[in-house]
């Protein structure tokens, strides 16, 4: 079975750091695309990184982010514990969210055509 | 880049049929037919209902069906449901290689 688990939210100060990790269960995070989406309270989806699956070489995958988070926040993952991370730095007030962790569907045409496998989430608040 | 449209608010009577669209532009929904549907209950993390325009999630009842017209893409829902009230949002791939998400459209059973 598929289980993404989120943890490491929590309250920061603006301008603090917060790494989110997402162990994952039921397949390989290295083999898949793995999405980071966020939602702000009583707010819409938020679309936030993106990595791609290692290839041949398990330590590969091109990452992508949203403009709002770009040079601030880093995905990143360990083949090893099979858990796929945010890195967060420079957090503002409006970073606040949930933070979904995301596994990509992969059809026989691409890896950008849905989401299939979301975590619970996790709050992350960022208030003095 | 900038979330795409969708209606705030669709409803229905149970057994009638909605629709909801999905509105970007050539970088997005229009280029690529790279667009998903979610459905999300409160409190609770989205689910796919909707993959690469047209093609239902697994598991996902055929009441559901998605189709796209230039760079609108629409969400049916025939046979509506009391258990079909939730917010649904749609996304798309565009041509900087990032996702982008509408806005969201809440669905009200009459």
């Known amino acids: 079975e598929v289980q993404l688990v989120e943890s490491g939210g929590g309250l920061v100060q603006p301008g603090g750091s917060l790494r989110l990790s997402c162990a994952a269960s039921?397949?390989?995070?290295?083999?898949?695309?793995m999405s980071w989406v966020r939602q702000a309270p009583g707010k819409g989806l938020e679309w936030v990184s993106l990595?791609?699956?290692?290839?041949?070489?398990?330590?590969?995958?091109?990452?992508y982010y949203a403009d709002s988070v770009k040079g601030r926040f880093t995905i990143s993952r360990d083949n090893s514990k099979n858990t796929l991370y945010l890195q967060m730095n420079s957090l503002r007030a409006e970073d606040t969210a949930v933070y979904y962790c995301?596994?990509?569907?992969?059809?026989?045409?691409?890896?950008?055509?849905?989401?299939?496998?979301w975590g619970q989430g996790t709050l992350v608040t960022v208030s003095s | 880049q900038s979330a795409l449209t969708q209606p705030a608010s669709v409803s229905g009577s149970p057994g009638q049929s909605i629709t909801i669209s999905c509105t970007g532009t050539s970088s997005d929904v229009g280029g690529y037919n790279y667009v998903s549907w979610y459905q999300q209950h409160p409190g609770k993390a989205p689910k796919l209902v909707i993959y690469d325009v047209s093609n239902r999630s697994s598991g996902v009842s055929n009441r559901f069906s998605g189709s796209k017209s230039g760079s609108t893409a629409s969400l049916t829902i025939s046979g509506l449901q009391t258990e079909d009230e939730a917010d649904y949002f749609c996304s798309s791939y565009t041509s900087s290689s990032t996702v982008v998400f509408g806005g969201g459209t809440k669905v009200t059973v009459l």
């Open positions: 995301a596994r990509n569907l992969c059809s026989s045409t691409s890896c950008y055509g849905g989401v299939d496998y």
């Open positions: 990595i791609e699956n290692a290839g041949r070489t398990s330590y590969g995958g091109r990452t």
């Open positions: 039921g397949f390989t995070v290295s083999s898949n695309y």
